[in-house]
């Protein structure tokens, strides 16, 4: 019986990393394989995939907007999750709850309904959406997840040490930069760069706000892939998978941040 | 020089009286506790001297300087927390340094104030660590040097000794005590405890239910509490309620029922008002023997004894109401058992009988 069990447990293990892993590994395998289709069978190793991606010059183009994108909403997603915190656990008021309820509320609208309500929104005001409509729905969507971590940072923080600031002669913004900040710094630090990951590989919220020019990463290729499957795809999906888990273990091992608590 | 000035300063917390028109005067130079219970407005009124709390009625002067609506950050008032609040990403010395950082002074000046700070807290060797790698007495330290580096003009600490073993509590104080002399600044130290206060201060202010009930001297406090709520939160006292029987100048005699009359003095009594009688533990004295002449003589028999090392606390048990009595251990006093009978006696002076 308890034999059964064991193998039950590592059956268990076994199927959570093939699912979580599995299909990166996959991405990243077929990204070496030189069939011209995709998926194909294993033909040889080749990096003409990824020569491939400099020739199209709508994906690095795409990349930087996702980057762009990604770095400006990323910011102003953890600065105003550091402002709601930072109010809510000073003033200590029941408002606090139906605020945090509300900030977090987007996580509950589908991706695509949140676009299509941003477009609308804009429209409202005759406003065409742009990189700053794109900007502001990704913002928004990351601002739950950057709450979330930096709340976490701010129910640990001790209060008094901002009385302990002043008292020495420190105005807020001295203080916030001298002692919250840097004593929120892992929770910062994760917070951006969950928000950038989040918004740099998203594809339904930035589905009908965007035009040729401002056509992000994941909608090229996804108009990539409408019109033809070759390995490109796997490649570009590599680096992204790639980077992000290098960013992730610098950020454990030099910083002892951890993206997910 | 400075001097602190409050002038009927009150703080509501919703309905709620915190702090109930506080006046006080506080001379340059001076060290004054603000003592009383939990809740009783003392550190409500020290985070308003320091800025953290409004002031919704009154106002507070510094110096001459009306400093009632004065954000924190430019009062110059160093405060010592009660759970220390050291930065913990910052060395000893970045602590201590802070103050003078924000300030924008000179590097070698900011490190010439700190050697000094930490030099007077004897602390100078542990410039370099962090707080949690300190103890708690020497974090207590840190908090203090931290406080005086501003070189503040007025020294504020919020029961800053609570969290410190009894020992250490015993050697911290004195060492507040001669710092405070040494740079000579005006100190005010917020506590429950009643020895750390007489200790300490030159004065002591008594707060209950967020009112000044006494300021004075610690002997002028414990000798001659100013009302009831001092003479019953000062030491261990018994408390007899009853009418006045009988007045004589200072010196009254109160009924308590039961056909007992107890013998106390009270600045203005009137016949027939209803009065409290307290007497301290330590001023009723048990005999063998009945004395040959006295107020307040009553034979009893010991309820309860209770060994607690420097002193013995016994329960008494007189005919119609009982009292409790400390003796020091020491074989000049004498010391009963539980069930003997003895003799309690007390001078009518140190009876307080009060409205």
Same mark, same amino acid.
């Given at each position: ?114 676009? #299509? ?6 429209? *409202?005001?005759? &406003?065409? @959406? ?5 900007? /502001? +729905?990704? $913002? ?84 990539? #892939? ?6 490109? *795809?796997?490649? &570009?999906? @590599? ?5 992000? /888990? +290098?960013? $992730? ?13 | ?355």
């Amino acid at each position: 019986m308890r034999e059964i069990l064991a193998a039950g447990r590592w059956l268990y293990l076994i199927a959570i990393y093939a699912f979580v892993v599995g299909p990166m590994l996959f991405v990243c395998a077929a990204s070496l394989n030189s069939a011209a289709n995709f998926p194909a069978n294993f033909d040889g190793i080749t990096f003409k995939w990824y020569e491939a991606i400099l020739k199209y010059p709508e994906f690095t183009r795409a990349a930087w907007v996702s980057a762009l994108v990604a770095l400006v909403s990323s910011i102003i997603a953890v600065a105003a999750a550091f402002l709601a915190g930072y109010g809510m656990f000073r003033s200590d008021r029941k408002e606090s709850v139906v605020l945090s309820t509300v900030l977090a509320s987007p996580i509950l609208v589908p991706q695509i309904v949140l676009s #299509l309500a941003t477009l609308q929104f804009l429209a *409202l005001f005759g &406003v065409s @959406s742009g990189l700053a409509g794109l900007v /502001a +729905v990704h $913002t928004v969507h990351s601002l739950p997840f950057a709450l979330r971590l930096v709340l976490s940072g701010f129910s640990r923080y001790n209060f008094s040490l901002e009385e302990a600031s002043a008292n020495l002669g420190a105005g807020r913004l001295t203080t916030w930069w001298q002692v919250t900040m840097p004593l929120l710094k892992a929770n910062l630090i994760a917070g951006f760069t969950f928000c950038f990951i989040l918004s740099f590989v998203n594809l339904p919220i930035s589905l009908f706000l965007t035009d040729a020019r401002t056509a992000t990463l994941p909608l090229v290729m996804f108009a990539h #892939l409408e019109a033809r499957i070759d390995p490109m *795809l796997p490649a &570009v999906a @590599s680096i992204i998978v790639i980077a992000a /888990a +290098v960013t $992730t273990i610098l950020l454990e091992r030099y910083l002892r941040i951890r993206l997910v608590d | 020089m400075p001097e602190l000035r409050l002038a009927n300063v009150s703080k509501y917390y919703g309905e709620t009286l915190a702090v109930d028109n506080l006046s006080l005067t506080i001379a340059d130079g001076e060290f004054v506790c603000l003592l009383g219970p939990s809740g009783c407005g003392k550190t409500t009124a020290l985070r308003m001297i320091a800025g953290f709390e409004t002031v919704d009625k009154g106002s507070i002067h510094l110096d001459g300087e009306d400093i009632t609506r004065k954000p924190p950050q430019l009062r110059e008032i160093g405060l010592v927390f009660q759970h220390y609040a050291l930065f913990p990403h910052m060395t000893v010395a970045e602590n201590v340094g802070y103050g003078l950082r924000v300030r924008g002074k000179s590097r070698a000046f900011i490190n010439g104030e700190v050697a000094n700070a930490l030099a007077l807290v004897r602390l100078g060797e542990l410039g370099a660590r962090y707080p949690a790698q300190l103890s708690g007495g020497q974090q207590q330290r840190v908090a203090l040097a931290r406080a005086l580096a501003i070189r503040p003009r007025l020294l504020l600490l919020d029961e800053p000794l609570s969290n410190l073993d009894a020992k250490l509590r015993d050697d911290m104080r004195e060492e507040i005590r001669n710092i405070q002399r040494k740079v000579g600044i005006t100190a005010i130290f917020v506590t429950h405890d009643q020895s750390e206060a007489f200790g300490l201060s030159d004065r002591v202010a008594v707060m209950s239910f967020g009112k000044l009930q006494q300021i004075a001297a610690p002997a002028a406090v414990y000798e001659s509490p100013a009302s009831i709520q001092v003479g019953s939160f000062i030491g261990s006292i018994n408390d007899f309620k009853g009418e006045v029987a009988a007045v004589d100048g200072a010196s009254v005699r109160v009924d308590i029922g039961g056909g007992i009359v107890i013998s106390g003095s009270a600045a203005h009594a009137r016949q027939g008002a209803t009065v409290t009688a307290v007497v301290k533990q330590e001023r009723i004295t048990l005999s063998p023997e009945r004395p040959a002449a006295g107020d307040n003589v009553f034979p009893c028999r010991i309820g309860t004894r209770t060994y607690l090392g420097s002193t013995i606390c016994y329960r008494c048990e007189a005919e119609g109401f009982s009292f409790g009595v400390i003796v020091p251990n020491n074989p000049h006093f004498a010391q009963f058992e539980t069930g003997q009978p003895a003799v309690a006696h007390w001078s009518g002076s140190d009876c307080h009988v009060f409205m």
